[in-house]
Structures are given as C-alpha cells and as structure tokens.
C-alpha cells in the first residue's frame, strides 16, 4: 500500500511538474523562449548609442551606431562606432536574465592610441526586450581605466535598438 501512494505522488508531482511548465506557453506568454531564455534577447541588434550626463541625462555627444550579439551561453560581443577602430578593441563580456525581459551586462574593451595600449573600459549595462522581442533599451555605466587599473573616467549611455533581420537567400 505504501509503495502504491510513494507511486501515485510521484506520478502526481510529474504532471503537476508538467502541467505547469506549459501553463505559460497555454496562458499566451510570450515574453519567453520555450527554453527558458530572456525573451529574445539571442541575436544580433543594431544599437543607437547616446552619452549622457549620468545627473540631468542630457546628451553630452553626438550617438552613435553599434552592434550587439548576445549568445545562449550568456556571452555578449559589441562594437561601437564611438571611437575609430585603432583607438578600441571589440568589446567582450557576459549577460544574465534578471527579470521576464530584462538583462544586465558586463564587458571590457581595451583602448589604444597610437597603437599604444592606453587602458581598458568597463560597460555595465541593463536591457530592457519589448513584448514583441524586436526592440530593445538600455542604460548603461562605463568607467575607463588606466594600465595600471586606475580610473581616471566616468561617463553614462542611453541605447536603442533593433533585432537584425533573419537572412534572406542571395538574389543572383
């Protein structure tokens, strides 16, 4: 009798198990990927970068463009046009689901100038996906240092963007 009822709950706790990993797939949920990935975050974005006051939040530049990749390990890869390519290294880094569509990031480029390694810059930043997974926001920190690990500059950002588009077969 007791292995019967050991049986019958075990086989209780699997359908409720999975009963309510569908509910939100049934429910219309679809902030997120059937395996449990940030909604849409996985891809490429074409991002519009804007410095800003990190106190008023006005505008201390001209934006600019950049390019964000996040993989399903949680790797993250950006290059932006802010400074010419001589003068920064591709940004690397990793990324983390802190809510239904949010993301916080962390990574680090490295900065040159006449080929001279002057120092590295830390971006930590907070995403937010739209409902749809097509656009994407963010608010950032970044904190540029010195070789050796000083450092000597604060600044923040605003960005926007948008999901690559899926590729198309080539028209001959």
């Given at each position: ?18 009963g ?63 400074l ?45 996906v ?6 994407l ?36």
């Amino acid at each position: 009798m007791e292995k019967r009822n050991a049986v019958t709950g075990a086989a209780l706790i699997v359908c409720c198990m999975l009963g309510g990993a569908t509910l939100p797939v049934i429910a219309g949920d679809r902030d997120h990927h059937h395996d449990g990935a940030p909604a849409d975050i996985v891809g490429a974005w074409k991002m519009t970068v804007q410095f800003t006051d990190c106190v008023t939040g006005e505008p201390t530049r001209s934006a600019f463009s950049a390019l964000n990749s996040f993989f399903g390990e949680g790797n993250l890869i950006e290059n932006g046009s802010g400074l010419g390519p001589a003068q920064r290294s591709i940004s690397h880094g990793r990324w983390q689901q802190t809510g239904k569509r949010n993301v916080i990031a962390r990574s680090e480029l490295q900065l040159f100038e006449n080929n001279l390694y002057t120092g590295y810059q830390v971006i930590q930043r907070t995403f937010t996906v739209s409902r749809d997974g097509n656009e994407l926001t963010a608010k950032g920190i970044f904190r540029r240092y010195n070789p050796a690990d000083v450092q000597v500059f604060e600044g923040c950002v605003t960005e926007t963007g948008k999901r690559q588009p899926e590729p198309e077969p080539a028209s001959p």
